[in-house]
């Protein structure tokens, strides 16, 4: 056995034995509005540590900004994360954290 083929099957035989699950990094949404004007903006939240940022920029040579979000954007935001709990990209602790967040 060459050495290559010897690192691949313990490593197999590592990932086998010991199986990991990968931790889970903050998530990200995402989606295009329009404000009051008729301006359009790129949103994009993000879901990390328990707290949850909102994103915007307006064209595509400018700086992504923070903003307030309105009611409409959270409800935009609880509807992305809700369909994501039927294909497990979510948990729904993950997502009871999330909409623990929205102000009241």
């Known amino acids: 056995m060459t050495p290559c ?12 034995v010991f199986p990991t699950q990968p931790a889970r990094m903050g998530m990200e949404f995402g989606w295009w509005d329009k404000d009051e004007e008729g301006k359009k903006w790129h949103i994009k939240v993000r879901f990390h ?27 935009r935001l609880l509807s992305e994360a809700e369909r994501r709990l039927p294909r497990r990209l ?12 929205r102000p009241q």
């Open 5 to 16: 083929s010897l690192f691949h099957a313990t490593w197999y035989l590592a990932a086998w």
């Open 49 to 75: 540590g328990g707290h949850v940022v909102f994103n915007r920029k307006h064209g595509h040579h400018s700086s992504w900004e923070l903003f307030e979000p309105k009611d409409e954007q959270w409800d």
């Open 90 to 101: 979510m948990s729904t602790k993950e997502f009871n954290d999330l909409k623990g967040q």
